[in-house]
């Protein structure tokens, strides 16, 4: 489907119903659907479900919805597959699909040139609107977008952007050079996908044109392409974020085996992690036989700090993954960040002093409220230090958030608080 074609409300309940059912009868129920449905159903798929599906399809089946597929989306299948049965697909294509794919494919996985569409309706500058939109009405339809269509002069150099809705608003006797706009972003081939998403999605683009070192223009990358780039993204972030592996597939459609995969191995690194808190106890024991009352408060602290880790973590990863941070030192943050853990910390300690002191003796309010403050400087320090410093060196910021960062603010507030417990108490 075309970007900017809207999907008929009826094939979307169709997607949705299909997503939850197992792969054979997925694949049973799309090839009783009409060529056309079976076509719009199947391209709205996650690349992993049209990998299932295909597994069930009879030949001439798979050869109709790869060949109706676009370059970028057919790619984007390909790329899930073993590569001896992808060369094998690429080879029923027609001879101008193959060509158009296998363009895709010269580039890195990631890169703008891997999801760029490269079928696009090239206006000429000194082209009348009437001819434009009599150009776009004969041939649109073969195009990856038609609401923006790339101008250029007759080397096949990028000059400009038209707009559609600027075409349909012009004088006919206008030329294209007078509504075109001739100061668009571009980008190489090389880009990163998640930087050429993140400007479409900055600058408000329909679309962005990928050209070499001359300017020549290799295909656009559309809105809709980005979109689904931030999607994976966020995706990817936010199951790291929670100690998961990411999933690629709608969640109904995945089996309970392959959810407990994604999870366990974290839970498993977690819960390692997790036996430095005990044996922060165990070296402590001797204190809390002297003061057991220290024992209370320990829920308490370790909680507030890993929350206030948490908070820190997401804010900063956030703020790196929409580009704030760009160019931004790690000592800034970090500080930054740690002004912010004093203000809670003092906050939290003042509330808590005076129900800790009419409860218990003195020394050990001094204590909480002191560790409060020392243990939320801590979390934040490692809450924004971690994704900054995993980020230098090439490590997904998302795997050192939330969880890991609360394990170790958990270790070492422990370690904070009974060293204060013995300075303060005297014991």
Known sequence: MASGEEMPENTIGAVNALRRM???????ALSRCA????RAVFEQFEAPLQKEVLAFLRDYEVNRLLEDLDPDDRVRLLDTLPEPVGQALLARLSSRERRLTRKLLAFPTGSAGHIMNPEYLPLRPEFSVREA????HREGRGAGTVNVLPVLDADGRLVGLAMLSALVLADADQQVAEVMLDQVPMVSPETDQEHVARLIQEADLLALPVVDDDRHLLGLITVDDAMDVIQLEQDEDFARAGASEPV???YFSITLLGLARARFVWLLLLALAGTLTVNVITVFESLLEQAISLSVFIPLL????GN????SATTVVRAMALG???GVGLGRVVFREARVGIALGTAVAALAYVPVLLLFEPGLAATVSLTLIAICVLATLVGSGMPLLARRFGIDPAVVSAPVVTTLVDTFGLI????????????
Do not use: T
Request: hydrophobic share 50%; glycine share 8%.
């Open 22 to 28: 197992e792969p054979r009868q997925r694949a049973e």
């Open 308 to 311: 206030c880790g948490a908070q």
């Open 133 to 136: 939109l009599a150009l776009i």
């Open 302 to 305: 370790i909680g507030i700090g």
């Open 248 to 250: 690629d597939r709608p």
């Open 35 to 38: 060529p056309e449905v079976a």
């Open 416 to 427: 904070l608080y009974f060293q204060i417990a013995k300075f303060v108490m005297a014991i």
């Open 324 to 326: 704030d941070l760009d």
